[in-house]
C-alpha cells in the first residue's frame, strides 16, 4: 500500500470510521514493530476472525489438534504494516471487505454452487 500520497484528512477520516464501529481503537505495535489498529481490549482488528474461531472451536473431542490448524489455516490473515497510517487505511479496508463478504456469503455457500454445477451438466 503507497501510503505517501494519502492526506491527513483522509488518514482522519478512516481513523472517525474505525471508531465509529470499534470505540477505542487504538494503534499498537507487535513484537517486530509493525503496526497494527486494535479494538479497547487489545485485539487485532484486522484478524478478529482468528480469535473468534479460537473462541468457538470444540476442543472437548479433539485428540489432536489437525482440526484445529485446518479451521485456522482457513482463514485469511491480514500482515501488520509499517507506518501507522497504513495500519489505519488497511484496517478500515479490511472492515468494508468483511462487510461484503459476509453480506453475500450466502450466495457463495458450497450447496448453491453445487446445485448450480448440477444444472449446468444436466
Known amino acids: 500500500m503507497k501510503i505517501s ?6 488518514f482522519l477520516e478512516a481513523k472517525k470510521r474505525i471508531n ?11 513484537p517486530y514493530g509493525k503496526y497494527f489498529v486494535s479494538t479497547s481490549d487489545d485485539r487485532d482488528i484486522c484478524n478478529l476472525q ?7 472451536y470444540n476442543f472437548d473431542n479433539e ?18 504494516s509499517n507506518t501507522i497510517k497504513e495500519a489505519w ?7 468494508k471487505s468483511y462487510h461484503v463478504v459476509n453480506r453475500n456469503n450466502n450466495k457463495f ?7 448450480k454445477m448440477a444444472k449446468d451438466f444436466e
Open 5 to 10: 500520497n494519502i492526506s491527513k484528512e483522509r
Open 20 to 30: 465509529k464501529k470499534y470505540p477505542g481503537a487504538k494503534t499498537s505495535i507487535d
Open 50 to 56: 482468528i480469535g473468534q474461531t479460537i473462541n468457538a
Open 63 to 80: 485428540d489432536d489438534l489437525y482440526g484445529f490448524n485446518s479451521a485456522l489455516n482457513k482463514i485469511t490473515t491480514i500482515p501488520h
Open 89 to 95: 487505511l488497511k484496517t478500515e479496508v479490511a472492515i
Open 109 to 115: 455457500s458450497d450447496d448453491k454452487v453445487m446445485k
